[in-house]
Protein backbone atom coordinates (compact mmCIF):
# COMPACT_ATOMS: atom_id res chain seq x y z
CA UNK A 1 0.00 0.00 0.00
CA UNK A 2 1.21 3.08 -0.58
CA UNK A 3 2.43 6.05 1.80
CA UNK A 4 0.02 8.23 0.64
CA UNK A 5 -3.25 5.80 1.03
CA UNK A 6 -1.45 4.95 4.46
CA UNK A 7 -1.42 9.08 5.76
CA UNK A 8 -4.73 9.69 4.76
CA UNK A 9 -6.47 6.16 6.38
CA UNK A 10 -4.53 6.52 9.51
CA UNK A 11 -4.47 8.92 12.64
CA UNK A 12 -6.82 11.93 12.59
CA UNK A 13 -8.98 13.66 10.23
CA UNK A 14 -7.06 15.66 7.48
CA UNK A 15 -7.54 19.45 6.41
CA UNK A 16 -9.79 19.05 3.01
CA UNK A 17 -11.18 21.15 0.63
CA UNK A 18 -13.79 20.95 -1.95
CA UNK A 19 -12.34 21.88 -5.45
CA UNK A 20 -14.56 23.55 -7.91
CA UNK A 21 -14.00 24.82 -11.23
CA UNK A 22 -15.22 27.57 -12.55
CA UNK A 23 -15.67 29.13 -9.97
CA UNK A 24 -15.97 27.26 -5.97
CA UNK A 25 -19.49 28.57 -4.74
CA UNK A 26 -21.80 26.85 -2.80
CA UNK A 27 -24.00 27.09 -6.18
CA UNK A 28 -21.87 25.34 -8.51
CA UNK A 29 -20.86 22.76 -5.35
CA UNK A 30 -24.60 22.00 -5.11
CA UNK A 31 -24.88 21.61 -8.69
CA UNK A 32 -21.95 18.98 -8.30
CA UNK A 33 -23.56 17.27 -5.31
CA UNK A 34 -27.28 16.48 -7.75
CA UNK A 35 -24.64 15.51 -10.69
CA UNK A 36 -23.53 13.14 -7.99
CA UNK A 37 -19.45 13.46 -8.67
CA UNK A 38 -17.56 16.39 -6.79
CA UNK A 39 -13.34 16.82 -5.98
CA UNK A 40 -12.40 16.77 -2.78
CA UNK A 41 -8.63 17.95 -2.26
CA UNK A 42 -6.34 16.97 0.74
CA UNK A 43 -4.31 20.33 1.66
CA UNK A 44 -1.83 18.82 3.51
CA UNK A 45 -0.12 16.75 1.26
CA UNK A 46 2.94 17.60 -0.77
CA UNK A 47 1.20 19.52 -3.51
CA UNK A 48 -2.37 18.31 -1.99
CA UNK A 49 -4.05 15.65 -3.27
CA UNK A 50 -7.45 16.00 -5.65
CA UNK A 51 -9.55 13.21 -5.65
CA UNK A 52 -12.86 12.92 -8.21
CA UNK A 53 -15.25 11.38 -5.01
CA UNK A 54 -18.20 9.47 -6.67
CA UNK A 55 -21.16 10.19 -4.52
CA UNK A 56 -22.22 7.86 -2.44
CA UNK A 57 -25.91 9.02 -1.47
CA UNK A 58 -26.46 6.52 0.94
CA UNK A 59 -23.58 7.21 3.08
CA UNK A 60 -24.24 10.88 2.41
CA UNK A 61 -25.61 13.21 4.48
CA UNK A 62 -26.92 16.82 3.89
CA UNK A 63 -29.76 17.09 6.77
CA UNK A 64 -27.33 19.51 8.10
CA UNK A 65 -26.96 21.90 5.00
CA UNK A 66 -28.76 24.78 3.74
CA UNK A 67 -28.02 25.42 0.12
CA UNK A 68 -30.10 28.65 0.08
CA UNK A 69 -28.94 30.94 2.95
CA UNK A 70 -24.97 28.52 2.47
CA UNK A 71 -24.68 27.55 6.09
CA UNK A 72 -24.82 24.21 7.55
CA UNK A 73 -22.30 21.14 6.86
CA UNK A 74 -22.53 18.34 4.94
CA UNK A 75 -20.68 15.08 5.11
CA UNK A 76 -19.95 13.17 1.71
CA UNK A 77 -19.28 9.84 1.24
CA UNK A 78 -17.99 7.71 -2.22
CA UNK A 79 -15.75 4.96 -3.14
CA UNK A 80 -13.36 5.03 -5.27
CA UNK A 81 -9.63 3.78 -6.44
CA UNK A 82 -6.24 5.27 -4.96
CA UNK A 83 -2.81 4.27 -6.76
CA UNK A 84 -4.48 0.49 -7.04
CA UNK A 85 -6.49 0.88 -3.36
CA UNK A 86 -10.10 0.77 -3.02
CA UNK A 87 -11.02 3.41 -0.58
CA UNK A 88 -13.88 5.68 0.65
CA UNK A 89 -13.45 9.19 1.12
CA UNK A 90 -14.95 11.00 3.89
CA UNK A 91 -15.21 14.80 4.12
CA UNK A 92 -16.72 16.82 6.61
CA UNK A 93 -17.65 20.26 4.71
CA UNK A 94 -18.78 23.37 6.09
CA UNK A 95 -20.87 25.25 3.20
CA UNK A 96 -19.55 28.78 3.80
CA UNK A 97 -16.17 28.08 3.47
CA UNK A 98 -16.02 24.53 1.46
CA UNK A 99 -13.62 23.49 3.78
CA UNK A 100 -13.39 20.81 6.58
CA UNK A 101 -11.65 17.53 7.20
CA UNK A 102 -11.36 14.07 5.66
CA UNK A 103 -10.21 10.61 5.44
CA UNK A 104 -10.03 7.85 3.72
CA UNK A 105 -10.93 3.94 4.79
CA UNK A 106 -9.05 1.43 2.92
CA UNK A 107 -12.09 -1.25 1.29
CA UNK A 108 -9.54 -3.53 0.38
CA UNK A 109 -5.52 -3.68 0.02
CA UNK A 110 -3.42 -3.41 -2.82
CA UNK A 111 -3.80 -4.97 -6.58
CA UNK A 112 -7.35 -6.39 -5.19
CA UNK A 113 -6.86 -8.44 -1.83
CA UNK A 114 -8.63 -6.94 0.99
CA UNK A 115 -7.01 -5.67 4.44
CA UNK A 116 -5.50 -8.57 5.70
CA UNK A 117 -3.74 -9.29 2.62
CA UNK A 118 -6.09 -11.98 1.40
CA UNK A 119 -7.09 -11.95 -2.11
CA UNK A 120 -10.41 -10.52 -2.61
CA UNK A 121 -12.93 -12.29 -5.05
CA UNK A 122 -14.21 -9.82 -8.58
Same mark, same amino acid.
Given at each position: MSDLVKRLSQGTAHPVEVSLRPERNVKTFKEALDRGYVHIK???? !??????????? !???????????ESETGRIRIAGDLMLNYVKVRCIADIELPSMQGQGHLEVLEGEHGTDANGARASR
Open positions: FTNT !QGGTELGVPID !QSRTDSRAADF
